[in-house]
């Protein structure tokens, strides 16, 4: 086997393990995190952001030449809607049958979960749940298209009732959007497409210009650049779905796993480039070595081996703990976007034990992949133990919720002499009064 993997295995057996697993964690939570208020690329993103909200369009277009080497005048900025129906027509009959099927099972999935429309009003208060009414998706524009993370994005914001979705995307392939993108977009209905991307596309996306109008939340994963924009934007101008940063899978498995399988998951994140991560937690000895030595056989028939081996050597890891419950306090600690619980027939009561992650994959027969493009739930997912405090995104992220009081006269005057001491207590006199005069005949 090849050193440099065998360099993945940490054991708990060994000196140095509680240095060397704490050392890992922080630099992986060190990458993942943006950059600092202070630091060079938070000006760029700042000096991109204002110059968008004071110029509009023409700084939009003077960074896409820029940053993407692309020259669009504003009329240019939304692809026009005959690419859109010639893309969906060259689409290959059987990728556009696969497409169909994965955004019925996505629209049921949200369906089921949803809350929309729901209204509930008793005793006096009550809540309403509606639609955000425009929303603004971010989609890569990688040298590969992601046609899947249109559906994972729009189709729960369409399930939630929002009436208006622009999507953007960088103009990566032949100064435009890769036509499977586009073709996506237009079987999902979505006609309003700018072939823009970066810090200037979400500029324009929360401030507005002439040309693209403003949204009220933007959600979707990017590069750092695009990541940076959106915290940037967050709160004061619009609302965003999370800060995404590189994919990663953490896999609790025990003698039960197949080392073919868990190597092979791994693999799958790690050809996502050198910034993603695979870890697993393993309380055998034998499987952590089985799934090296598949890791080392895997390698030499994958395309792109020479990147995902260095995605492997950087912050990837074997680990083996001293036993399954350490795994499973591990895996609430790394609080993973993608957690994998390959442990046989023990895999769903441990998955019932972890508390933190983005999305849970049970059982041997449910590699990540099922989650990417197929199962139903989002694959927008908090990433950089996010998913401690985070979700995936669901069609109720797309909802906004309206608290609902009416009181009848004879609900305020049992409330009256409480409301008016809290109140009093805190000075404010007014908002006594107003409750008082209404016992006044």
Not at 120 to 130: A, D, K, L, P, V
Not at 145 to 160: F, R
Not at 259 to 278: I, K, N, T
Request: net charge negative; hydrophobic share 45%.
């Amino acid at each position: 086997m090849s050193a440099s993997l065998q360099d993945l295995l940490l054991s708990a057996r060994e000196p140095g393990f509680p240095a060397r697993l704490t050392t890992l964690r922080t630099e992986m939570l060190q990458f993942a995190r943006l950059a600092g208020a202070d630091s060079a690329e938070s000006r760029t993103v700042a000096k991109v952001l204002q110059e968008v909200a004071e110029q509009g369009d023409t700084t939009v277009a003077r960074y896409t030449k820029e940053f993407d080497r692309v020259e669009l005048t504003p009329a240019e900025f939304r692809v026009p809607a005959g690419d859109l129906v010639k893309a969906h027509g060259s689409l290959d009959r059987g990728l556009l049958a696969s497409v169909r099927k994965a955004v019925a099972n996505v629209r049921a999935y949200q369906e089921k979960i949803s809350i929309a429309g729901r209204s509930e009003f008793s005793h006096g208060t009550g809540i309403r749940y509606t639609p955000i009414q425009r929303v603004g998706v971010c989609v890569p524009g990688a040298a590969a298209p992601l046609p899947s993370t249109v559906i994972m994005t729009v189709v729960p914001a369409q399930v939630a009732g929002v009436k208006e979705i622009a999507v953007i995307s960088p103009p990566r392939f032949q100064g435009s959007i890769h036509p499977v993108i586009l073709a996506v977009c237009h079987e999902l209905g979505i006609d309003e497409v700018y072939r823009l991307g970066g810090v200037q596309a979400v500029g324009a996306l929360a401030y507005g210009t002439p040309t693209i109008r403003k949204v009220d939340k933007i959600v979707g994963p990017g590069n750092k650049w695009v990541q940076a924009a959106k915290k940037s934007v967050a709160g004061d101008h619009v609302a965003i779905d999370s800060i995404a940063g590189p994919s990663e899978v953490l896999i609790v498995a025990n003698d039960q796993a197949h080392p073919a399988w868990v190597a092979a998951d791994m693999l799958s994140q790690a050809e996502h480039g050198a910034d993603s991560s695979a870890i697993v937690l393993t309380d055998s000895q034998s499987s952590a070595q089985a799934i090296l030595e598949q890791l080392a056989r895997q390698l030499e028939t994958l395309p792109r081996a020479a990147d995902a081996r260095q995605s492997l050597q950087r912050f990837s890891r074997v680990i083996v703990v001293a036993d399954i419950n350490d795994a499973i306090r591990l895996a609430d600690e790394f609080a993973s976007e993608h957690l994998e619980i390959q442990c046989g027939t023990e895999s769903r009561a441990i998955a019932e034990r972890i508390t933190n992650a983005g999305a849970i994959f049970i059982g041997p027969h449910t590699p990540v992949a099922v989650g990417d493009y197929w199962a139903g739930p989002s694959h927008t997912l908090p990433t950089g133990s996010r998913a401690r405090f985070s979700s995936a995104l669901t069609c109720n992220d797309f909802l906004k919720s309206t608290s609902l009081i009416e009181y009848t006269a004879e609900q305020l005057a049992a409330a009256a002499d409480d409301i008016i001491r809290l109140a009093e207590v805190e000075g404010l006199d007014a908002h006594a009064r107003s409750v008082a005069i209404r016992r006044q005949r």
